[in-house]
């Protein structure tokens, strides 16, 4: 929506001729960024945030000149944008990055673990009602209407009691470390 007059931002007009415009170039739009990408994937991923872009821009297309080589200025900017991306990435892996992280996450793991196992007792104490609600939204990824819909109870109560649970558990949490750090 344009925050202006709050009328869609394309017209169904102009998002038919760009469909039609770029479903016919696609290929060729793709075929140019395999040569500078050569993992097909990637370059699927690269043609399609392209067209999210070209959609944006559409409005500043000559109509009377050909949409490929337009297209292909595009895929060339989001090709670069996505290359640059990779090096900071690749430079970040080969400067120890990921040795740091795995490091960071063994010198961890102890405390993981004991937050673990004390998520699975505080879990223990919580009457079978909210051990049920947990269990059908993170373990069993029910949505909340669904829920809602289970315990015939409204989506705000279920987000507000999913809100209390947590809050219960990390009270409980904390608090079993506290004692464990004192003994």
């Known amino acids: 929506m344009n925050e202006n007059t709050d009328q869609p931002r394309f017209n169904p007009a102009d998002q038919q001729e760009f469909l039609r415009v770029f479903l016919a170039n696609e290929r060729e739009i793709l075929r140019y960024v395999v040569a500078l990408v050569p993992n097909l994937a990637d ?32 895929a060339l900017n989001v090709t670069r944008q996505w ?9 970040l892996l080969e400067s120890g990055l990921a040795e740091e ?7 961890l793991q102890a405390e993981f673990d004991a937050r673990l196992n004390h998520l699975n007792e ?21 949505d909340v209407e669904s829920l809602a819909g289970q315990t015939k109870r409204t989506v705000e109560a279920i987000y507000k009691s999913l809100q ?10 904390e608090s079993a470390q506290r004692e464990e750090a004192t003994v």
Do not use: H
């Open 83 to 91: 290359m640059a991306r990779r090096a900071r990435w690749k430079a």
């Open 122 to 142: 505080c879990m223990n104490k919580l009457p079978e009602n909210q051990r049920d609600l947990i269990d059908g939204y993170y373990f069993q990824q029910s």
């Open 101 to 107: 992280l795995a490091l960071r996450r063994d010198q």
């Open 43 to 74: 370059a699927q991923e690269i043609v399609q945030k392209t067209a999210v872009v070209l959609l944006e821009k559409f409005d500043q297309y000559d109509r009377s000149r050909p949409f490929a080589p337009w297209g292909c200025r595009f």
């Open 164 to 173: 209390r649970i947590r809050r219960q558990l990390r009270d409980c949490i």
